[in-house]
């Protein structure tokens, strides 16, 4: 453990420049959504932190291959293969096994399979846009996909959100719960997005970026990306539901 991370009190001291402004007009969403009073804080209950449970025998083969888990036989996916992959830790780098992570996306074409999607790419009939998978006992993960791509949405009068993959992190029950997005290296939609430049601090919203992981390309097939998650601490990751990362 570095003298950085040395924790204090528990915890390693939260960094609040990390955080996203509630009201950031810009992102218009957020004038509706922002807080108008003071927060008030109520303690979780029992059941709440335990239950329920997920099992870990109820995912299938292919939830981790979105090329697959929609298509029908014989078919894939459309779109420049890639591999996602990384590890999930927690404030001091010890790895998080067992951890569900969820994950959805627009297609190759930047649409979702949505009732209410808006935009008028076209759909991919074999990719369905969604998969699992559970973190091994060194806290990592990896799933196979498409790369997404970007889209326009009614935020202002011409914005378009980059490519990005949501992630949903469970903890030991369902209401232990984080939600974020991974944006992919090289896109200039990045600094142009709205929700992205809610978060003031340039080093956080770094580690929202996966880099190319060139070592773990797969010849003639996919490209890799390596996206680590770290839950808590100065260098946690940005999620958008729990701020502190717990």
């Known amino acids: 453990m570095t003298e950085e991370l040395k924790p204090l009190g528990g915890y390693v001291a939260r960094d609040h420049s990390n955080h996203p402004r509630a009201l950031h007009p810009e992102y218009r969403t957020s004038i509706k959504r922002s807080p108008q009073a003071a ?44 591999v996602v992959h990384g590890r999930v830790q927690d404030q001091f780098g010890r790895p998080v096994a067992g951890a569900l992570l969820e994950v959805w996306q627009a297609n190759a074409g930047g649409r979702y399979r949505h009732a209410k999607e808006g935009y008028i790419a076209p759909l991919d009939p074999n990719f369905g846009g ?17 790369q997404p791509g970007p889209y326009p949405w009614p935020n202002g009068p011409n914005d378009w959100r980059p490519a990005h993959i949501h992630f949903s992190v469970f903890g030991a029950g369902f209401a232990q719960r984080l939600i974020t997005q991974m944006y992919f290296e090289g896109d200039p ?39 680590d998650i770290t839950l808590r601490g100065r260098r946690q990751t940005m999620f958008e539901n729990r701020m502190e990362g717990l």
Do not use: Q
């Not at 995912?59 to 036989?73: I, S, V």
């Open 39 to 82: 927060p008030l804080s109520f303690p979780t209950t029992l059941s709440e932190e335990t239950g329920p449970v997920f099992g870990h025998n109820m995912l299938g083969p292919l939830d981790a291959d979105l090329l697959h888990n929609f298509a029908a036989e014989g078919h894939s996916a459309i779109g420049p293969r890639i």
């Open 130 to 146: 969604c998969g699992r998978v559970i973190t091994n006992a060194d806290g990592c993960y990896e799933f196979r996909t498409v």
């Open 189 to 227: 939609l990045i600094p142009l997005c709205p929700i992205v430049r809610t978060i003031p601090n340039k080093e956080a919203v770094a580690r929202l970026i996966a880099p190319l992981d060139i070592a773990r390309t797969v010849p003639m097939d996919a490209r890799a990306y390596r996206f």
